[in-house]
C-alpha cells in the first residue's frame, strides 16, 4: 500500500518477495515489509539524510527503551555528536491521526530519553515541538525549525 506522503519524495528501493512488498532500511541495511507505518518511517528517514543533513550514524530505528518495567520502542531518536539524544521521532501509518494519546506515547518515550525536541508525523500531518524546560511547556513549530 503506497500512499503518497506530506514529505519530499524519496528514493526507496522497494522489492516483492512471496507476494508482499519490501522497503530497504538504510538504518538497519536490511528490506522491512513495507506497512503504511513503515512507509512513513522510511521517508522520514531519507529526509533527515538528504533535506535535513542528518548523518547516518546518528539515527536509530526502533530504538529499545523502557517504560514502567515494559518494553517499548520509539520509531526514531536522534543523536548529538557525543551519542547524546537529541530528538525523539514518532511514525504513524497516514490513516492514524496524530492526537493526544500519540503526544502521551511520545511524551512516555522522552520521559527515559530526556531530549528537547519532539517529531510526530503520519507522513501527511506533522508536530514538531519543543520543550521549554524553564517555562515547562511545549513550543510548536509550523515547520521544521533550524535546529
Known amino acids: 500500500m503506497i500512499i503518497p506522503l506530506n514529505l519530499p519524495k524519496a528514493k526507496l528501493k522497494l522489492t516483492r518477495k512471496n507476494g ?7 538504518i538497519r541495511q536490511k528490506d522491512l515489509v513495507c506497512t503504511p507505518e513503515e ?7 531519507h529526509y533527515l539524510i ?22 517499548k520502542r520509539a520509531d526514531l531518536v536522534l543523536f548529538d555528536e557525543f551519542g547524546k ?10 490513516e492514524i491521526p ?5 503526544v502521551h506515547q511520545i511524551a512516555q518515550y522522552n520521559s527515559q530519553l530526556n531530549v528537547d525536541r ?7 500531518d506533522h508536530i514538531f ?15 521544521w525549525p533550524n535546529w
Open 20 to 26: 508482499e512488498v519490501y522497503v530497504r532500511c538504510l
Open 39 to 45: 512507509w512513513v518511517r522510511q521517508h522520514v528517514i
Open 50 to 71: 538528504s533535506e535535513k543533513g542528518v548523518s547516518i550514524g546518528r539515527i536509530a530505528s526502533e530504538f529499545s527503551l523502557e517504560y514502567n518495567s515494559r518494553s
Open 85 to 94: 539524544p537529541n530528538m525523539v521521532v514518532e511514525c504513524k501509518a497516514p
Open 98 to 102: 496524530i492526537t493526544e494519546k500519540v
Open 118 to 124: 519532539l517529531f510526530l508525523t503520519n507522513g501527511l
Open 129 to 143: 515541538c519543543e520543550i521549554d524546560r524553564e517555562n515547562g511547556k511545549l513550543i510548536y513549530h509550523q515547520e
